[in-house]
């Protein structure tokens, strides 16, 4: 039994995968899903020879298959950053064992400041304000102001805003 046309010029691994889904084709049922197995090999074949000609070897569709090596690539790079990570967080562990210094706890990066200004006269007029401020600890505090004038309220917020915790 010849392989045929489709096998020429295709690498071993490539023809051994095509194979195995010419297989699952012979014996699948109709509208059937091509099995998560089946597709992991050919996304291994796929990084390795491209996906174009993976396609075409195995009579994939193209945007299905792109779709799963991109999916893997981005599952791969997280997978390198999570592994960095912790070796960062071991290597930090183990610096600070030698030194004698406790682990310090990483403290999140605050997400910067966002400011809305609001002209004077959009809230002057109903003579009430609600002041909030937030420190990107997660420290909140809100202030319900009343019958105060602009400058008021102004030197309020620039003194809790200036206060340290």
């Not at 290597?91 to 990066?109: F, I, L, N």
């Amino acid at each position: 039994m010849g392989t045929g046309k489709v096998s020429r010029g295709i690498p071993a691994r490539v023809e051994g995968v095509r194979r195995r889904l010419e297989r699952w084709r012979g014996t699948r049922r109709a509208g059937a899903r091509i099995p998560e197995p089946l597709w992991s090999a050919a996304v291994k074949v796929a990084e390795r020879y491209g996906i174009h000609r993976t396609t075409k070897a195995l009579r994939l569709d193209y945007y299905s298959l792109k779709r799963r090596v991109e999916r893997e690539a981005s599952e791969k790079e997280a997978a390198v950053k999570d592994v960095a990570q912790a070796k960062r967080a071991a290597a930090e562990r183990r610096d600070a064992r030698k030194s004698g210094v406790g682990v310090a706890r990483t403290a999140a990066v605050p997400a910067p400041a966002r400011f809305v200004e609001l002209p004077v006269s959009a809230w002057a007029a109903c003579g009430e304000c609600t002041l909030e401020l937030e420190r990107p600890c997660g420290t909140k505090l809100r202030v319900c102001l009343k019958g105060m004038s602009a400058a008021d309220v102004a030197a309020i917020g620039r003194g809790l805003w200036q206060v340290q915790p």
